[in-house]
């Protein structure tokens, strides 16, 4: 059964239009979420986190939304570039008492981000 | 600053053979954990070290067993491979107290045969 859940494998979106990224989880133990992007031959890069005491963490072009009672998470990037083609990740686990993650992410099964320019 | 570093980069066995992966977590972390990629699908957690002990533990047989050394590198090992066995090994680091993301190495891919 699959904690963690990306339900599109693929996503196009145009150059300067925002790509939103979705995820949706059903463990209520978990309350603390990551994105990763993974460019082929490479390991998953960190983009960003969010604790579940936030609804919303900004970090440049993205920003990651976090709704609860929906256990759902998005990931917006605003503008896309061609760059940010590559699979996405999303990753949960349950926090820590210093803000941080457990360390046992589980994760979702990916969506392939293109940008066309 | 290096960040982490695994090896080999490929590697091939055979069914039954044993196997062993090696990571260097990046500067100034002191915690690795193991994930296994499956083709097509999002990385499993193996297990985690932390002072040289594991702390954490994913649902992966006792086949699977792992070292971490005094100056926080770590080890994997493999043993009575199976087909099955063969993915992309992903090492992450972290530093335990600062609590936030963990940094993945570029992995190493087993083939088993």
């Known amino acids: 059964d699959q904690q963690v859940k990306q339900n599109s494998p693929s996503l196009s979106v145009q150059e300067g239009r925002i790509s939103i990224l979705n995820c949706d989880y059903t463990n209520s133990m978990f309350d603390y979420f990551l994105w990763y992007k993974k460019y082929p031959a490479e390991g998953p890069t960190f983009l960003i986190s969010i604790s579940s005491i936030k609804d919303k963490n900004e970090d440049g072009r993205f920003t990651v939304f976090l709704n609860k009672s929906a256990k759902h998470l998005s990931l917006h990037i605003v503008p896309s570039q061609p760059g940010d083609s590559a699979v996405y990740f999303c990753a949960a686990s349950r926090g820590t008492n210093y803000g941080g993650s457990q360390g046992n992410l589980i994760f979702g099964k990916g969506t392939k981000l293109s940008v066309k320019p | 600053d290096a960040g982490v570093t695994q090896s080999p980069t490929h590697l091939i066995k055979t069914r039954g053979q044993q196997v062993t992966l090696r990571c260097s977590p990046k500067s100034g972390h002191d915690t690795v954990s193991w994930y296994q990629q499956a083709l097509g699908q999002g990385p499993q957690f193996i297990f985690q070290?932390?002072?040289?002990?594991?702390?954490q533990r994913g649902n992966f047989p006792d086949r699977f067993s792992g070292h971490q050394f005094p100056n926080y590198s770590s080890e994997l090992n493999v043993n009575a491979l199976l087909l099955g066995d063969s993915a992309l090994y992903l090492c992450?680091?972290?530093?335990?107290?600062?609590?936030?993301?963990?940094?993945f190495g570029p992995g190493t891919r087993l083939t088993v045969l």
């Open positions: 070290y932390y002072e040289e002990e594991e702390r």
């Open positions: 992450a680091s972290s530093y335990r107290d600062g609590g936030n993301e963990q940094f």
